[in-house]
């Protein structure tokens, strides 16, 4: 069994009995679901998938929908023959095509009596604690006024760099802030698959009680679709981010959303390994770009390994990369592992000036404000 260890025994039944019973939930719907094969969006779809939302949502239960589909639904009007690469032009897609797309889920929503806010979401507000604090005020309010919170990223905004691209990982992070009790990810195949479904002989897995345990002998590919982004990789990452984070999850195609909601043996069942998680670890252990690299000499390396240190400038050997403070970084040992990932709190410029130097040298000789670790234990996570 891996580190994730996990907390209850439990089996498949039982996930999908916790999700049928979630006062909470999150469904992703991903670009492919809510499209025709010309890119434009499928109205026949998205009702369908409304449907089952609202269906909930009468019943009593509270769902935030996380969906995707902006830039698709943008690139089609634009006059763009198949989805542009250009990630400014993507930006300018989405921009178009997240009011079409906002449009299109009011009218659906208000023939059930529903009402739906948007909530566009950049990686930094999972991450920085007052933005963070902000969603998640924002998203419960909603959410206890009977409203259906319709999250994407905030594309047009996102930079490059920090940006999730699919929503998968956002979703998992949604899921972690309003502390959902499940998961739905709804995407075009009806589960996950030993192999790419394109491949002969692939079968559908219906149970995972343990992502991290499964994931060498699962060959996931990226997407097929051309609408969408993430494939089957950043899916498993968001499956694994939910069961770290104590949430169960059920990965399934659009159309079998509402059995899904209701518990039926549809799709893939993902059990819970761990209780709750914190969100910003979350974000740098899966979601984070790591801009540099520290070397952590053997001590530091044993007392990073320990998962309780911070890493500090005595134990570093050097630095490697361009980056800011509050970047992510890798913290690697001598021989060049991934021991973890991190938030650094200097520059790369001032890094090399505090390298091997004590707590106590560094306030005496650069001043208080560089005696701090290199990563506090706060903004690290073990690989
Ligand atoms: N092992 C696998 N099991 C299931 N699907 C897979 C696997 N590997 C790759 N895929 C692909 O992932 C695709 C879904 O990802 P994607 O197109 O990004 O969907 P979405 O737009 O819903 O996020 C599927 O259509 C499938 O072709
Ligand atoms: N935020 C983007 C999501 C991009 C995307 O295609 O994601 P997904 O379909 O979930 O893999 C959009 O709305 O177009």
Request: proline share 4%.
């Amino acid at each position: 069994m891996s580190r994730e260890q996990r907390i209850r025994t439990v089996d498949e039944h039982s996930v999908r009995a916790a999700v049928a019973a979630a006062r909470t939930v999150v469904v992703k719907v991903g670009s492919s679901s809510l499209t025709l094969p010309s890119g434009h969006l499928d109205p026949e779809k998205l009702e369908a998938l409304v449907g089952a939302i609202a269906q909930v949502r009468l019943l009593g239960g509270r769902v935030v929908l996380v969906s995707s589909g902006a830039i698709a639904a943008g690139f089609g009007p634009l006059g763009f023959e198949s989805r542009p690469t250009d990630i400014a032009v993507q930006q300018a897609c989405a921009s178009v095509g997240q009011g079409l797309l906002m449009m299109k889920y009011e009218t659906a929503f208000a023939r059930y009596g529903v009402k739906v806010g948007q909530l566009l979401i950049t990686a930094e507000d999972t991450i920085r604690s007052q933005q963070y604090r902000s969603a998640r005020r924002t998203m419960e309010t909603m959410l206890d006024l009977g409203i259906v919170p319709i999250v994407n990223e905030n594309d047009a905004l996102a930079s490059n760099e920090i940006r999730f691209g699919d929503n998968d990982r956002l979703s998992a992070l949604v899921a972690n802030m309003v502390r959902a009790d499940a998961l739905v990810l709804l995407t075009d195949v009806d589960g996950l698959y030993t192999a790419p479904p394109s491949e002969p002989g692939a079968q559908r897995v219906s149970y995972v009680e343990n992502v991290a345990d499964m994931i060498d002998s699962i060959k996931v590919g990226g997407s097929d679709s051309g609408v969408g982004t993430g494939g089957m990789v950043t899916k498993l990452e968001a499956a694994r981010m939910a069961s770290v984070s104590g949430i169960p999850a059920i990965l399934t195609s659009a159309p079998t959303a509402g059995p899904a909601l209701m518990g039926d043996p549809v799709g893939t069942a993902f059990a819970p390994v761990r209780r709750r998680g914190n969100s910003k670890r979350l974000w740098i252990k899966f979601a984070s770009y790591p801009k540099g690299t520290l070397i952590a000499d053997a001590g530091a390396a044993k007392a990073v390994r320990g998962g309780r240190a911070s890493l500090l400038s005595a134990g570093v050997l050097e630095a490697r990369g361009e980056f800011s403070a509050g970047d992510a970084v890798w913290i690697d040992n001598e021989a060049g592992e991934h021991l973890a990932r991190g938030l650094v709190a200097f520059d790369s410029e001032e890094v090399p000036h505090m390298l091997g130097r004590t707590t106590s040298q560094l306030h005496r000789l650069l001043g208080e404000e560089y005696a701090h670790p290199l990563v506090h234990r706060d903004n690290l996570v073990l690989v």
